[in-house]
């Protein structure tokens, strides 16, 4: 009977485990609410003060505190400080620490010693985020969120504000990665090919269609991309003649609004009144390479024009609500006469795998150096995989979730009542291709009713 017992105990124990196992595996999630961030809290508690010791992180008490402990606490012996804990916040994915630093020790030096605390407290991960001058986030997951990407829920406070902020991809860190227009209004994606960049289209596209906004699509690859967003579209150009006219239009209608602005005696789109505000516009312009091709010696006329006439755009359409969203496989001299100077105005940069070091250099060197190594380290098996960095220095690497070519386009269509009328972009309204049930229509014809 004894025998019988212990065998249901040992087969209910390997039952539990291999369960906890599987969870762990398919439902990371949910293991790690139940299971890691409970094991995290404590281990983390329990551990703090001698992790910081071990790691350097602890700064000699001052002369009043050391004198307290001696005198009043009555303890001989006076313990270096580690950086107070404020506060300790468990999520689905990890748990975020806040900590106030004491003087003589940075934010940096926390960074630096990331590594060793992962390791100490048993997490995936730990990124260190100055909050406010002396503060600090320890931003720890219990798994590699990156390889099933699900999106928070909601925003964070800071980044849910103002009305051209678009969800696109999950950090590292689990936090939500965003295109916040107004902050970064212009930005650069690269990557080879199969890297995830239409992936990272499809999202942008979805998140913006949703939003009070007009988009241009500039797709000259035939308009094999974005056709399927014309719905949600303003104006969309196929080849590099129409992609030349649509340019011109957009620079005249940020002239038209730059005479509104002045009209109104402000400098910025965001100060008109409410009424008379026109409607921001982004322009998506896909496989950027293809708009800049060139055959023969006229072609080179029509492509420094729109090199040119996107250099003005990117300088100046901030103010009036034109931003530009340009992605390709490479953007360097070999696109032509001031490519790179269009490029240093595009701050926000998203870069995917690449073939090769200096692609990573085209889109991230100059602003983030640190983050081109980062790139060359993607794993092929892992697209949609990218490193985004701005013109502040920092950098991350981010992973949009998967979404199909039928979605993103199921969207546009479901916002094209969104879509704005803008006059001096009227003769590019694109063409809105038929749904696939109305092309299957004419073939499913009514049988003939017999009396
Ligand atoms: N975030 C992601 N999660 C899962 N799969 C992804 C992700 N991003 C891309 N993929 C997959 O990788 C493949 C290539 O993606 P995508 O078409 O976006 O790459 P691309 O860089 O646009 O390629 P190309 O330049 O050849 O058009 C697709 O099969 C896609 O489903």
Redesign the pocket.
Known sequence: MSDLVTALEVTGALGAAGGLGYAKARAPRVFWSLVGLPVARVRFMVTYRATMDVCGLTVQPSRLRAFMVRNVARRPDVQPVPPQVRRVRGSSTGMNVTLRLPAGLEPADVAAASERLRHAWGVHSVHVIETKPGFIELRMTGYDVLRR?RMPRRLPRGLAAGPLVVPV?LREDGTAFVRDYRKIPHALTL????????????NLIAGLAKLPVGLVGIDCKRGV?QRGYAPRLSAFAVTPDEASGLLDALVGEMEDRFDLLSEYGVADLWDLPARVRPVPLVVLVD?VAELFLTAVKKDEERRDRMVMQMIRLAQMARAVGIYLEVCG?RFGSELGKGATMLRAQLTGRTV?RVNDKQTAEMGLGDIAPDAVFAVTTIPPD????AVAGDSSGRWSRI??????PTEAVAVCRQYAHLTPHIPALEPFRPVIPAEPAQVMAPLVKPMPVTE
């Open positions: 990407v991809a990557g080879a090919n199969q890297s995830g960049k239409s992936m990272y289209q499809r991309e496989e496989q995917h892992r697209p949609g995989v992973r949009t979730p998967a979404m199909t």
